[in-house]
């Protein structure tokens, strides 16, 4: 261990505790797991959002075969979900067309509202109305595309989903060349004195999260991780445990 980290961490967790989010590194709400369902029982999909308790948000992976090549749910699927869970919905849309298509989920009942920039004609616009029908507007972007043209619509956002596989299946190796991208994003977050959530999307596990924490996520999907442990939500608190713990080695 580092000379002086256990007093550092000593000293965290004493601000934590005086002053809950004070950490300078957990900004708005701190750590956030929001457990995917693209692995779980589709045919029981209300059993399954009841396994994860402890979750923050139930993150439902919407694909249209175009964007990506697989095809899930729309938007009566999510409006049959957010009846059967108390847990607020982030909805990811891995679709075409996404101007047209996004506000629909928003009044289907999800909570947040991720649109990927590749396929947003009008992302700022898109945002503006995603927050006017009340939904946190959120902007996804593949491993390949950069955060850095985007630095001036960040105050537009109220999350940036920053995808650590490339989209389309549960159960991809978590890319590690993602990593840089974390923390640029978190610094340019940082940079403007915003709050806005820097989530990480595939891939994530109890061997990757601590990873993605030190680098800046505050918000972790989690699919294969949770809904193949025997005990989802037990995974959900391990996730937590894990990425707290990093998040507070990270100086401020
Ligand atoms: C992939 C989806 C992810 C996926 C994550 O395109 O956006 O949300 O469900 O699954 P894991 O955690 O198994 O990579
Ligand atoms: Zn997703």
Redesign the pocket.
């Known amino acids: 261990m580092r000379p002086g980290l256990a007093e550092h961490l000593d000293a965290v967790v004493k601000t934590l505790l005086d002053h809950p989010y004070a950490h300078p590194r957990i900004t708005g709400v701190g750590i956030q797991i929001t457990p995917?369902?693209?692995?779980a029982d589709f045919a029981a999909l209300g059993a399954e959002v009841g396994r994860i308790g402890s979750a923050d948000w139930v993150?439902v992976?919407v694909?249209d075969n175009h964007f990506?090549p697989?095809l899930t749910f729309g938007p009566t699927m999510v409006e049959a979900l957010s009846r059967a869970t108390e847990l607020p919905l982030d909805a990811?849309l891995?679709i075409e067309d996404v101007d047209r298509h996004a506000p629909a989920y928003v009044e289907a009942g999800a909570g947040s509202v991720t649109f990927h920039v590749e396929a947003a004609a009008a992302p700022v616009r898109l945002s503006r109305e995603i927050r006017a029908l009340g939904g946190r507007a959120s902007m996804?972007l593949r491993p390949a595309t950069p955060i850095e043209p985007y630095e001036d619509l960040l105050p537009e956002l109220d999350m940036v989903?920053l995808?650590?596989?490339?989209?389309?299946?549960?159960?991809?190796p978590?890319l590690d060349l993602c990593l840089p991208k974390i923390r640029r994003t978190r610094a340019l977050v940082e940079k403007h004195g915003l709050e806005t959530w820097v989530q990480v999307?595939?891939?994530?596990?109890l061997e990757t999260i601590g990873r993605c924490a030190e680098a800046g996520a505050d918000v972790f999907?989690?699919?294969?991780?949770?809904?193949?442990a025997d005990d989802p939500d037990a995974m959900v608190r391990e996730l937590r445990a894990k990425a707290e713990a990093a998040a507070l080695t990270v100086e401020p």
């Open positions: 995917s369902i693209l692995n993150h992976d694909m990506v697989n990811h891995m996804g989903l995808m650590t596989v490339e989209p389309g299946f549960g159960g991809q978590f999307d595939g891939g994530v596990s999907v989690a699919g294969s991780a949770v809904y193949s």
